[in-house]
């Protein structure tokens, strides 16, 4: 039905309860998705489609929406044309409140197509309190098929119930996810999806998860399970009286919740019958097989919904402050003694803070386009007049960031290191970084690194090589985001390590973490191997009679092998090879592979052969190993992902 009025009162909330505005109808050629016989109402979205709607519909199931509504309809400002209802604007698309009001009204009911307009669409009911219909929806989803919470999606899915705050969703999510492994190998191609805040609150609930499991499973084992398997015979009895092999896999689930899986069971079972040949375990019936499983899904489900208090709700666009990791407050300001005996000064530059730093136009203006800019727009960019100079508020920055930044531009004296300020940290720095690139202070930047470069500030250590990643990367630090990523590098990198940094990261910068240190890991183990083959630089190894002493047969024909690596050195390059199979191990360092040489040798220091070939060539043949890993670790940049 096409809308016949010309004009209609829209009142809108948002506006602090302002008076209804009048305002044109949308262009003749659109229909409103919803006209509800009897209607006496107008919900316009936020895209201009106007529902007809009653009013009492509405109060009935949204408390909320009948006050907006009451609002609009009491305003002493509203004028009646004739044929025209009042009308509430709301923030919500059309699509959305199409789908909405047909879970209000007597009509048949629409969900969405897309995963996330879905939960869009309970947000907005539970946003508006509507509990009836907000059942209703999330009725509708649970008949679906597939459902929408399957494991493919149920990342996403866990995303966006953090986003929109959706717990029974995130909750339902996090227990799909369940039944995968959480590593950071396995999980590479989903950390995109969820923010790093979310995947922090994620990891505290599989973790809460774990720890019960292993408690609660701790028991079973000594308790349920035996009385599940009466009559079984197995050649290999654990403490626990049950077997070995079933006792283990119980224990197994509360490290890694997704064995929880038939199949798991039965590799795991299969496994044990082909290591025990006649085992009575071969013999197990499905219906003991049945009541096992049933007893244990009852534990392990018991465990996880104990856990449910365990996930916390997000806000995704607030995200944690990566901050520095001193106390607020801990970097003193001292700048501000000296500030007022500029000469001079014919501004004021403002911190957040409220202080207050004497400058001059012209010396902003030459460092900066950002300020020279500023200095000519209009209308005017000042806050005021103190003691007759100007006032320009710098919001960004508080006053010790700001007390760095000007110390640059006014050298004194009586500091070393000028923008060194007592208790600053590299974190600190960072921000100074940051505040530089902001206001296109090109040679302040460059002074800075300058001063890291020359190790003015220690390199963070353990963790803080994360943090320091984290706060590089959101702050758009190019060149500190490549040095924080190399030092990550040498660092065991799991989510129990980056628990506590987790929520500083979005999805996409960790998984280019994981991606740079996957191409950097699979350069060095190539630069390993490339030095297992004697036709490279380990040929002068070759002819070690501990290896030519051995020998194969070909076709009938004894060989003697000389063309095989001292075993001590292709032990050291096999063992480092394989630590590094696992992408949470650190990197082989290359300025430690001459230690580890030498380590090597000394057990193998019978040989006259390996030690005369060290004392000529060993110092040689280190450095250009040392300098092959160095490449393959520097072929990889950081800022590509």
């Not at 229909?31 to 519909?57: E, N, Q, T």
């Not at 209000?104 to 307009?117: A, C, G, K, Y």
């Not at 299969?270 to 025990?276: K, T």
């Not at 943090?467 to 985001?481: G, N, Q, T």
Request: hydrophobic share 40%; charged share 20%; proline share 6%.
């Amino acid at each position: 039905m096409e809308l016949h009025n010309t004009r209609n009162h829209v009142y809108n909330p948002s506006r602090d309860s302002a008076p209804i505005m009048v305002v044109s109808k949308p262009p003749e050629s659109r229909y409103p998705l919803f006209d509800y016989p009897g209607a006496d109402f107008i919900l316009r979205s936020c895209d201009s489609r106007d529902f007809r709607v009653s009013k009492l519909h509405i109060t009935n199931s949204s408390p909320m929406l009948g006050e907006l509504i009451q609002n609009a309809s009491n305003s002493s400002d509203t004028t009646h044309v004739e044929g025209s209802f009042p009308a509430v604007q709301l923030p919500e698309s059309g699509a959305i409140l199409n789908c909405l009001l047909t879970f209000i009204f007597p009509v048949s009911p629409v969900l969405p197509s897309t995963i996330e307009e879905t939960m869009e669409l309970l947000s907005v009911a539970q946003k508006y309190h509507m509990d009836s219909a907000l059942a209703h929806i999330r009725g509708g989803i649970a008949r679906q098929d597939p459902s929408p919470t399957r494991p493919e999606n149920a990342f996403h899915v866990y995303s966006l119930a953090q986003k929109y705050g959706l717990r029974q969703e995130a909750l339902q999510a996090a227990r799909t996810i369940l039944s995968f492994s959480m590593t950071l190998e396995n999980l590479e191609d989903k950390l995109d999806v969820i923010p790093g805040s979310s995947f922090h609150e994620l990891w505290k609930y599989h973790t809460r998860v774990r720890s019960l499991l292993a408690s609660d499973l701790a028991e079973f084992r000594t308790s349920d399970a035996r009385g599940t398997l009466a009559g079984l015979r197995c050649t290999e009895l654990s403490s626990s009286l049950i077997p070995r092999w079933l006792d283990r896999y119980i224990e197994s689930i509360g490290r890694a919740p997704n064995l929880f899986d038939l199949i798991e069971f039965d590799i795991v079972r299969a496994r044990h019958i082909n290591d025990n040949n006649g085992c009575a375990c071969a013999c197990i019936t499905s219906q003991t097989i049945r009541t096992f499983w049933t007893a244990l899904a009852a534990v392990v489900h018991g465990s996880i919904e104990k856990a449910e208090s365990a996930l916390s709700l997000v806000q995704e666009g607030v995200n944690s402050q990566v901050g520095s990791t001193s106390k607020k407050g801990s970097r003193k300001v001292s700048f501000l003694h000296k500030s007022s005996d500029i000469p001079d000064a014919d501004l004021i530059v403002r911190s957040n803070d409220h202080v207050n730093f004497r400058v001059h136009k012209s010396v902003l203006a030459m460092a900066s386009p950002f300020f020279r800019s500023v200095f000519t727009r209009t209308p005017s960019p000042y806050d005021g007049v103190v003691d007759g100079l100007p006032v320009l508020p710098l919001l960004s920055l508080d006053s010790s960031l700001l007390d760095g930044l000007i110390s640059i531009l006014y050298p004194i004296r009586d500091r070393l290191r000028p923008f060194i300020l007592p208790g600053w940290s590299y974190y600190d720095v960072l921000h100074l970084l940051a505040a530089c690139q902001n206001y296109k202070l090109v040679s302040v930047q460059s002074a800075i690194r300058a001063e890291l470069d020359s190790g003015a500030f220690p390199e963070p250590m353990g963790i803080g090589a994360f943090f320091a990643y984290a706060m590089a990367s959101r702050k758009a630090l190019i060149p500190e985001v490549e040095k924080a990523a190399r030092l990550t590098l040498n660092r065991t990198m799991d989510f129990d390590t980056l628990v506590g940094v987790l929520q500083l990261f979005k999805g996409r910068e960790l998984c280019d973490l994981v991606r740079f240190r996957r191409r950097c890991r699979d350069n060095v183990v190539a630069c390993l191997e490339s030095f297992l083959d004697c036709a490279g630089p380990t040929k002068i190894w070759v002819g070690c009679p501990a290896v030519s002493c051995h020998s194969s047969e070909s076709r009938g024909v004894t060989k003697p092998v000389v063309d095989v690596l001292p075993r001590w050195l292709r032990d050291l390059f096999t063992r480092n090879r394989d630590k590094m199979q696992e992408l949470t191990h650190p990197l082989i360092e290359p300025s430690s592979i001459y230690e580890e040489y030498l380590t090597a040798l000394q057990t193998h220091t019978d040989c006259h052969f390996c030690l005369r070939v060290h004392a000529t060539e060993g110092l040689k043949f280190c450095a250009e190993l040392e300098n092959k890993l160095v490449q393959a670790r520097n072929k990889v940049c950081a800022d590509r992902g």
